[in-house]
């Protein structure tokens, strides 16, 4: 055995630590990739549930109705007026009412009382229920438009009005669980809309109608009563005829009773024109007298609405300027109101101006007339009296076919709205639709595809943060700082069919191919099983044999002065410790040298286990009685390699292992072997790895992926620094190779590469 007397020197600077707040891609790359299952499971369940959800969802079918809407402003004065056209911008005030117009309950109340919507069961389920047998209640009035509101608001949730942009098109579309109903009803809501529109001009040119006919029928009474007055009072003053020429009291009479006519009309002429703007609507009257003021308003309010719902899209409602373009829609919508509100009070207050103007001419001149009368009446009571009356009477009548004239105008108007003539035309009735609208599947495989992609890479990146162990060796470099000195691959996962034995589990060959004899005669072979922690010797050209010495080679190039004693521990219990430090002893010893394997953990001795050896004696007995080295050191079956098994366990290992023999004893063997590897319980849960540390060349971490913390191994880390034991670096064992990304990926493949040659 050679002697080894030289200092080592431990390595001057361990790797720094990357900080976790750094972005590192290659990581979040790998992490998917190690848990590219998870995203397929979250990505394969809400597939199955969009899926799911396409089977279930009753089916909506989709009919769709288009109209054109011009614009017309009816005249109850002129019909020419009912024809005419204004142009397209001072229509953009009007386009958006008509949109709510069609929106509105009151309309949706007209169709279903027009389609009888109530008696229908797929509308109306209620009804369908009562047709099945159940007993009908007692219905008041409000109970029954009550009941119409339901139905009309039901018609609405499924009703949806879209404007073709720039364009005087709207398309109607309605939703139902049936094709039939869905077209039905789109049809309805146009036509709806359309005799709704000729019922309101209709009820307009109506009210003219009827106060021009009021008039005229008064008129014709007043002309009848002068008439008969003119004949009774030539009866009993025997004037037969009067020539005005001869007398300027008559004269003067005339001209006063023609313009009290004058002033009759205009009076009648500016009532009709008051009442009719009282009757008007706002929106009409505000336009007619604005001068353009109130459509610019209003198309300013919509430009402003349009950019808001616009950016909408990109901002939320609560950004400042979003916030400001609300408060200048409000502002705008105000500013419309109040000139709208101001214009309509100006029109009809002018119209009342003039009206009572008109009628206080009109008793002025009726007063007038009535001084010029008397004036007459003392020169000739008699012909004045005679020419008032022929004045009277013909002025009526002047004013009778003024007012009939009037009459056949709005009667023509009437007319025109008796043959249903509108400014809606229906452009693409709504057709039967053959398939449904909604649910649609690849509408929900494209909402399940991006859904569960997003849930699946949250899934990913929130198990990814809140997993705080370590699988690669990038995460020990990165999070603890330590070189990895190698890799142990799992062996219950490589291609030979290897699994852990003792202490991991129970490992055996695969089962090569042939015959049943050739299975039969290996049943009865008088063989151990062979167990992780003897690879390298039992079969030393499997790819886990070839990473144990790979650490064999790290280890032996840590120092630059060269290694000879070695402790191997692990943070927790459970993480290969004791395998590494058999397999290490094994892979030295091969290299022809003398090595000595002490079984330092006397809490958990396994050691003696493994290599099929008495414990009777070990280190226990060294350090607490007179046993001699020379007793506790046994030969194993591999050649080269001695072991110190644990002994009976003691109360107090942290004194034993503290103790000056213990020293003694660790010099003693690194003179007489190459290389001494102790095998020492964890570091969390006992110091006993960090009392040997201080006394060996380095200390080994061993990591197993994937179970440890990084909490737990800084734990570690930390503890044996305060004891200033030497951290020669770490072994990640228990890899999952096939789950690591490239790196999983490189250590596979050397995996097949070298069980092909060991098969081979």
């Known amino acids: 055995m050679l002697a080894r007397n030289q200092q080592i020197s431990p390595p001057e600077v361990l790797q720094t630590v990357e900080s976790e707040e750094e972005i590192d891609l290659t990581r979040w790359i790998e992490a998917f990739r190690r848990r590219k299952k998870l995203l397929f499971v979250v990505l394969g369940a809400v597939m199955a549930m969009s899926i799911l959800f396409y089977l279930i969802t009753p089916k909506k079918y989709q009919a769709s109705t288009t109209i054109q809407i011009e614009r017309k402003m009816a005249s109850v004065v002129s019909a020419e007026s009912l024809m005419s056209v204004e142009s397209y911008a001072d229509a953009q005030s009007f386009y958006p009412t008509q949109y709510k117009l069609l929106e509105s309950r009151g309309l949706a109340e007209r169709v279903v009382q027009d389609l009888r919507l109530a008696d229908d069961p797929i509308f109306n389920p209620k009804r369908g229920e009562l047709a099945a047998g159940g007993e009908p209640e007692e219905i008041s009035v409000d109970d029954d438009e009550r009941a119409v509101g339901d139905l009309a608001k039901r018609l609405l949730d499924r009703l949806n009005v879209k404007p073709v942009r720039n364009t005087r098109l709207v398309e109607i579309a309605y939703r139902a669980p049936k094709p ?283 198990v990814e943060l809140l997993d705080r162990s370590l699988h690669t060796p990038d995460d020990i470099e990165r999070v603890l700082g330590l070189p990895v000195l190698g890799v142990i691959p799992d062996v219950a996962q490589l291609a030979g069919g290897y699994g852990y034995g003792y202490g991991y589990g129970a490992v055996g060959k695969k089962k090569p191919r042939g015959s049943r004899k050739k299975a039969k005669d290996a049943k009865t072979a008088d063989a151990r099983p062979i167990t992780v922690e003897l690879l390298p010797h039992d079969n030393p050209r499997v790819a886990a044999a070839e990473a144990y010495r790979t650490v064999r080679t790290s280890v032996l190039l840590s120092s630059a002065g060269g290694l000879h004693s070695v402790v191997i521990t692990s943070a927790t219990p459970s993480e290969g410790k004791t395998a590494l430090s058999a397999n290490l002893a094994i892979v030295l010893a091969q290299l022809g040298q003398d090595v000595l394997l002490v079984d330092a953990d006397m809490r958990k001795a396994r050691l003696h286990e493994l290599f099929k050896v008495s414990n009777r004696k070990g280190l226990v007995n060294h350090l607490a009685s007179d046993a001699d080295a020379d007793e506790i050191i046994q030969k194993t079956d591999v050649p080269g390699l001695y072991l110190v098994p644990a002994g009976p366990a003691p109360p107090n290992p942290s004194e034993l292992l503290s103790s000056k023999k213990m020293r003694e004893f660790v010099e003693m063997v690194k003179d007489r072997f190459d290389y001494v590897v102790f095998d020492s319980p964890p570091v969390l849960a006992v110091t006993d790895a960090s009392v040997l540390g201080t006394l060996v060349d380095g200390t080994i971490l061993c990591i197993a992926a994937g179970q440890v913390t990084r909490d737990a191994a800084e734990g570690a880390i930390d503890r044996m620094s305060i004891g200033n034991v030497h951290l020669l670096g770490a072994v990640l064992n228990k890899f999952q190779a096939k789950s690591e990304g490239y790196r999983g990926y490189r250590y596979q493949r050397y995996a097949d590469v070298e069980e092909e040659k060991g098969e081979g």
């Open 180 to 462: 039939e109903l869905a077209a039905r009803v789109a049809n309805g809501v146009a036509q709806a809309y359309i005799d709704w529109g000729i019922e309101l001009r209709s009820a307009t040119v109506g009210r003219a109608s009827g106060f021009l006919s009021s008039q005229i029928e008064e008129l014709k009474q007043e002309i009848q009563d002068k008439e008969s007055e003119l004949q009774a009072y030539s009866r009993s003053t025997d004037i037969v005829a009067l020539d005005p020429n001869s007398n300027v009291v008559m004269q003067r009479l005339e001209a006063l009773n023609r313009d009290y006519t004058a002033a009759m009309s205009t009076r009648i002429e500016k009532e009709a024109e008051y009442y009719s703007l009282v009757n008007a609507p706002k929106d009409t009257v505000a336009d007619t007298f604005s001068a353009g003021l109130v459509p610019q308003l209003r198309r300013e309010l919509l430009l402003l609405q349009q950019e808001y719902a616009k950016n909408l899209n990109t901002y939320k409602p609560e950004w400042p300027a979003m916030q400001e373009l609300k408060a200048n829609i409000e502002k705008s919508r105000q500013n419309l109101d109040e000139t709208v509100d101001q214009m309509v009070d100006e029109a009809r207050k002018s119209a009342n101006t003039d009206y009572q103007t008109a009628l206080r001419r009109e008793r002025s001149l009726r007063d007038e007339l009535a001084t010029q009368k008397a004036n007459a009446m003392q020169l000739n009571s008699a012909a004045v009296e005679y020419r008032n009356l022929q004045v009277e009477v013909s002025t009526r009548r002047q004013l009778l076919d003024d007012l009939l004239r009037k009459q056949s105008e709005t009667g023509v108007a009437g007319r025109l709205q008796g043959t249903g003539s509108s400014n809606v035309v229906i452009v693409d009735r709504a057709l039967v639709p053959k398939s449904a609208f909604r649910p649609s599947l690849k509408r929900n495989i494209a909402l399940g595809l991006v859904l569960g992609l997003m849930l699946g890479i949250g899934a990913v990146l929130g």
